[in-house]
């Protein structure tokens, strides 16, 4: 119970501190939006194309526009020692993670969510029509990158070259969780139903999800302090 | 004594390796479709598997060295990861090389050869970890976490093959697949010399470890005078 | 024996022991770079305690 109020209060903290400057939010935003928009305007794709790549496409765009939000996940602590602090506080270190982790996730999903009326308006697709099949692949794909991302912040935040070790440590992680997504992403996004034969893949996805949140829960402690 | 195990291992692994040679290029039967080249199995394969041996042993090591502290671990992990790192790319390169002469292309992105190919760049993502951090025990630790993490991917490769239908070839050593008795012998029995070459390479780079710390050790003597 | 693709074959082989060279060679190197940093060191150790 009271590690879910402590990660309840770090996840608070978190959004607070970002809804004051806006900043990562809008620099996620505005990063999705520019790839869409550019994509597009480059490739101008017909209706069949987009189809096929729809899924490979949104995943690419969440998974940087999101790496700009998880990056900052711990390094946003540097200053002023707060990591330290936060650290030596009696919050668990699995909870200072969920909570940043949580924190990550909802700012994400905002992101993608502007970002997905924008890719139905530029590239004529009309996305709704799996609604909520597709919020639930979303929200899977979405915890695996924020999963994925806030425990590689919080190992490389004290680290050279953090800017250079945080993507390549993180993207060839993320590829089987990202494959899966967007595998479940283009049939839902072009109006198909999740039929059986996506089962698979969203086992793929489910179980990615599972492990690595276990791992990294089990495993910031030592990051963390040693 | 570790310099007459290392000759011996090596040695031993040449003879089986002359021995395997002989009986795949004079003995065993041609494949029908494929002529002589589908010989390179007996590389590709083996590799593949020595090459998960060692992230596997990097595995147990790190999880070890997070229990006991003891930077030896830290050693073997590095040592193993970075000997399955050279056999991983046989095994890509190998594929490749085949993949070209058979289908006709260098490269596709099926699952398979994606995971295989993400595996290898993950681990050598390990090593560039290790190279940005300096002080030698947050290392170890950041570096075992790393590894931890990273072999989740190794099942991943291993069971794309039976999962996904795609254009590597189906399963053939469970599954059911299909294959000569004599090939699929070969493929277990050139997997021998292949890990006997590993264990030597893999001595030989904990041995530079060892090297490397009383290098750490000297040095900080000499700046103590 | 089946001519077809023979030379490809040796291709194949020559690219996986090629590789395995490779790593033996950056091993080796690695190896004498660490032996002269250690020598160096020691010398300079030895030269340092000589010293009154």
Partial sequence: MRFFRETLAIAAK????????????????????????????????????????????????????????????????????????????????????????????????????????????????????????????????????????????????????????????????????????????????????????????????????????????????????? | MREKILIALAALAGLLLARNLYVMLLELPDEAAQGAIYRIIFFHVPAAWTAFAGFFVALVSSVLYLIRHNLRYDALAVSATEVGLAFGAVNLVTGMIWGRIIWGIWWTWDARLTSMLICWLLYAGYLMLRR?????????????????????????????????????????????????????????????????????????????EETAREIEALRRHAHAL | MDERNFLYMFYGFAAAWLIVALYVIALVRREKALRKQLDRLRHMLEHQEKKP
């Avoid at chain 1, 390549?168 to 993320?174: D, R």
């Avoid at chain 2, 300096?134 to 291993?158: E, G, K, L, M, Y």
């Avoid at chain 2, 996904?164 to 010399?193: C, E, K």
């Fill in chain 2, 132 to 208: 940005a951090v300096d002080d030698p025990t947050q290392r170890a630790r950041f570096a075992a976490v790393f590894s931890i993490f990273a072999f989740v991917d190794v099942p991943i490769v291993w069971f794309s093959i039976k999962w996904w239908r795609t254009q590597h070839p189906g399963p053939v050593v469970w599954g059911g697949g299909s294959m000569d008795p004599a090939m699929y012998q070969m493929l277990f029995f050139n997997w021998i010399p292949l890990l006997l070459l590993a264990c030597a390479l893999v001595m030989l780079r904990l041995r530079q």
């Fill in chain 1, 14 to 226: 978190d959004l607070r501190a970002e809804m004051r400057t806006k900043e990562a939010l809008n620099a996620s935003l505005a990063f999705a939006l520019v790839i869409l928009l550019l994509f597009s305007f480059a490739f101008e794709p017909t209706a069949e194309q987009t189809r096929e790549i729809a899924g490979g496409l949104l995943w690419l765009v969440f998974a940087f526009a999101g790496a700009l939000i998880l990056n900052r996940s711990f390094v946003r602590e540097l200053p002023n020692d707060c990591l330290d602090a936060l650290v030596a506080s009696p919050v668990s270190a699995g909870a200072l993670y969920l909570g940043k982790a949580l924190a990550s996730f909802l700012l994400l999903v905002a992101v993608e969510l502007v970002a997905l009326p924008v890719f139905g308006v530029f590239y004529n697709v009309r996305w709704t029509a799996q609604f909520w099949p597709l919020m639930a692949v979303l929200a899977l794909g979405t915890w695996a990158l924020t999963v994925i991302g806030t425990i590689f912040s919080a190992l490389t935040v004290n680290l050279r070259l953090r800017e250079l070790m945080l993507p390549a440590l993180v993207y060839p992680l993320l590829v089987p969780g990202l494959m899966a997504a967007i595998q479940l992403t283009t049939p839902l996004v072009a109006g198909q139903p999740l039929g059986p034969e996506l089962y698979d893949w969203l086992k793929l996805l489910a179980g990615f999800d599972i492990i690595f949140t276990a791992l990294s829960l089990a495993l910031v402690e030592t990051i963390l302090v040693g």
